[in-house]
C-alpha cells in the first residue's frame, strides 16, 4: 500500500471557479494535460474545453507543472470553453497527438531544469510510463470508443425491442401498474448512468472515521448515500485496489454510481445493505490481515464481488421464483436464480466502457477476476452453505493450504457468506432494525405468496412468526457455527466476532421467554379469588 517516504512531492494551486473557491494538486511528474483535465473536472466541464488562467493582476497564467505557486487570497480566475461539436470530432485525433507530444516536451524540459543533469534512463522510463499510460486513457476515454461502444448498445437494444414487437405470447409473470416485478430482467436492458460525477459531491474523511471504517462495530445507519460511495471509494483507494488494477478514478466513482442506481428501494436487500457486506469484508481483511495470505487481486475480487453480490435484487427470494415460474428461474433452470441475476448485472455493468473498472486489466486478469466474482456471488445462496461448509472443514484437516487453489477458493467462498449474513456481529443496536427489515421483506413476499397460492415458509408467515424466533435458530445453526470454524484459522474472530453472536443469542432467547410468559392476572381477578376461597 505504500509508505510515506515513497510519496512524490506536490504543488497546491488555488483556483476562483465562478466565485466558487476550489484547490488542486499534482506531483512534478504531472503534464500539461494532466493539469488541464483535472482543473477541467473542477470546472465541471469536459476534458475538450479550453481552459485559461488569469492572476490577480489580470495577466494570463501559464498552464503546466511549473506554473507559479499562489495563494488561497489570491486565487487564478478560471475561464472555460466548450468546443464545437464539429470541431471536438475533427480535431480529436490531432488533438490527442498534441498531448503525447507535450507531455514528452514537459518531461525533457523537467529533466534538464534540474541541476543541468539530463538522466537519460531515469527520463526514458517516464517517458515510456506516460506514453503507456496516454494509449489506456485514448482507448478508454477517447470520446469516440466511448461513443462507438453506445451506438452498439443502443443498435443492440433496438434489435431486442423489435423481437420482443414480433413475440406472439403474453407475459403472465408481470403484473398490470408494475414497472419491475419480482421477474424483471434488468440484466436484459441498457444499464446505463442516470447522472453523472459532477453531482457526487466530495467528502473528507477524519482520522477517526478511517480507523471506525475497519471495524465489525461500525454502525452503517448514520450514512447518507453520497457518503457511502465515498466510504466504498476510500476502501479501495486504501487497500491498493486503484493502483492494482490501474483503475482511472473517475471510473472508480462512475462505477459505484451505476452499481447503486441498480440496487431496488427493497426493505432489506438494498443498497445499504450492499455497503454493509462490503464494510464487513473491509474489516475482516484488517482484522486477519489477509493481505499476508492473499494476494492483491484476490482482495479486489472479495470487495467488488461484495459490492455486486445482489444487485437488482427483486425483494422476493429464489424459492418464490421458482415456486413462481418466473422468468428468471426459467432463464437458469431453477439454479440459483437470483446469484445468477446478480452476476449478469454486475458484468453488465462492468461491460460499460465508462464504469468498466478492469479495463486497464490484461485478458488473462479479466478472465481470473471474472471468474473468482462469479464464484463469489454464486456461494451466497444460502442453498449451497452445508456444501460449502463441509467442504471448508475439509480444507482445514490436518492443516489448512493457503497456496492451494481449491483451499483459497473455499476460503474466499466462506469469507462472503460470513459478511453476507454478518448483521448479528454488529451491536444491538446497529442489528436490531436490519432484523424489522428482513422481516418486512419476508412478509411482503409471504402475502404476495397466499394471494398466488403458493407455498408459504413458516419463518415468512406474519402470522407465525416473531423477532426472537426468526433469529434464535438462525444464530445457532447456521451463524455461530459458521464463525467459530472460521475463527480455527484466524483466532480474532473467536472474540471480535463469535462473542456478540453468542451474546445475541442469549438475548433473544430472553426476549422469546418473556413474550411466552403469561401476562399476571389483575386486581380484578385477585379479589375474585380470594373471595372465592
Not at 499476508?292 to 464481488?305: F, S, Y
Not at 421483506?441 to 408467515?461: C, H, I, T, W
Request: hydrophobic share 35%; with cysteine; glycine share 4%.
Amino acid at each position: 500500500m505504500g509508505n510515506a517516504s515513497s510519496i512524490e512531492p506536490t504543488k497546491t494551486i488555488f483556483l476562483d471557479i465562478d466565485g466558487k473557491k476550489e484547490k488542486i494538486m499534482f506531483s512534478r511528474h504531472c503534464g500539461t494535460r494532466d493539469i488541464h483535465d483535472l482543473i477541467a473536472h473542477a470546472a465541471g466541464v469536459s476534458r475538450y474545453a479550453e481552459i485559461s488562467l488569469k492572476d490577480s493582476t489580470g495577466a494570463f497564467v501559464s498552464l503546466n507543472p511549473t506554473m507559479p505557486i499562489n495563494t488561497q487570497s489570491s486565487p487564478y480566475k478560471v475561464t472555460s470553453k466548450e468546443p464545437s461539436p464539429t470541431t471536438e470530432s475533427s480535431n480529436g485525433d490531432g488533438e490527442v497527438f498534441t498531448q503525447v507530444l507535450s507531455q514528452v516536451a514537459s518531461q525533457f524540459n523537467n529533466q534538464f531544469s534540474k541541476e543541468g543533469v539530463f538522466k537519460v534512463e531515469e527520463i526514458k522510463t517516464d517517458i515510456a510510463t506516460r506514453l503507456s499510460a496516454l494509449e489506456r486513457k485514448m482507448e478508454l476515454e477517447g470520446l469516440k470508443a466511448v461513443e462507438i461502444e453506445k451506438c452498439k448498445r443502443d443498435i443492440s437494444d433496438i434489435k431486442d425491442q423489435i423481437w420482443n414487437a414480433q413475440k406472439k405470447f403474453v407475459d403472465f409473470n408481470r403484473l398490470s401498474g408494475e414497472t419491475q416485478t419480482p421477474s424483471s430482467l434488468s440484466d436484459e436492458r441498457k444499464i446505463s448512468l442516470k447522472r453523472d460525477v459532477p453531482s457526487y459531491p466530495k467528502y473528507t474523511l477524519s482520522q477517526e472515521t478511517i480507523e471506525y471504517l475497519k471495524q465489525p462495530t461500525f454502525d452503517i445507519w448514520h450514512w447518507e448515500p453520497n457518503e457511502m460511495l465515498s466510504l466504498l471509494e476510500h476502501m479501495f483507494h486504501e487497500l491498493g485496489l486503484v493502483a492494482e488494477f490501474n483503475i482511472n478514478p473517475i471510473t472508480l466513482k462512475r462505477f459505484f454510481l451505476c452499481v447503486q442506481e441498480n440496487y431496488r428501494n427493497n426493505p432489506f436487500h438494498n443498497f445499504r445493505h450492499c455497503f454493509c457486506v462490503t464494510q464487513m469484508m473491509y474489516g475482516m481483511i484488517h482484522l486477519c490481515h489477509l493481505w499476508e495470505v492473499m494476494t492483491r487481486e484476490d482482495l479486489g475480487i472479495l470487495m467488488t464481488a461484495c459490492v455486486c453480490h445482489d444487485l437488482d435484487h427483486p425483494g422476493y427470494n429464489n424459492t418464490y421464483q421458482i415456486n413462481a415460474r418466473t422468468e428468471l428461474a426459467i432463464r437458469y433452470n431453477d439454479i440459483s436464480p437470483l446469484e445468477n441475476h446478480h452476476c449478469a448485472v454486475a458484468f453488465k455493468i462492468l461491460s460499460n466502457p465508462e464504469c468498466n473498472i478492469f479495463a486497464n486489466v490484461d485478458k488473462d486478469t479479466f478472465k481470473r477476476i471474472r471468474a473468482g466474482i462469479t464464484m463469489l456471488i454464486l456461494a451466497t445462496d444460502m442453498a449451497r452453505h452445508g456444501e460449502i461448509m463441509d467442504n471448508f472443514k475439509m480444507k482445514l484437516e490436518p492443516e489448512f493450504d493457503y497456496k492451494n487453489k481449491d483451499s483459497l477458493d473455499t476460503l474466499k467462498m466462506v469469507l462472503i457468506k460470513c459478511c453476507d449474513i454478518s448483521n448479528e456481529v454488529r451491536p444491538m443496536e446497529v442489528s436490531e432494525p436490519w432484523v424489522d427489515c428482513l422481516l418486512e421483506e419476508y412478509f411482503n413476499q409471504s402475502d404476495r405468496e397466499k394471494m398466488e397460492g403458493l407455498p408459504v415458509a413458516p419463518f415468512m408467515d406474519r402470522d407465525k412468526v416473531t423477532k426472537p424466533t426468526a433469529q434464535i435458530g438462525f444464530i445457532k445453526f447456521v451463524l455461530i457455527p459458521m464463525f467459530e470454524t472460521v475463527a480455527k484459522l484466524f483466532p480474532v474472530i473467536d472474540s471480535t466476532m463469535v462473542e456478540p453472536l453468542r451474546i445475541a443469542r442469549d438475548r433473544y432467547e430472553d426476549m422469546k421467554e418473556k413474550n411466552s410468559m403469561p401476562p399476571p392476572p389483575s386486581q380484578s381477578n385477585k379479589k375474585k379469588t380470594v373471595t372465592e376461597k
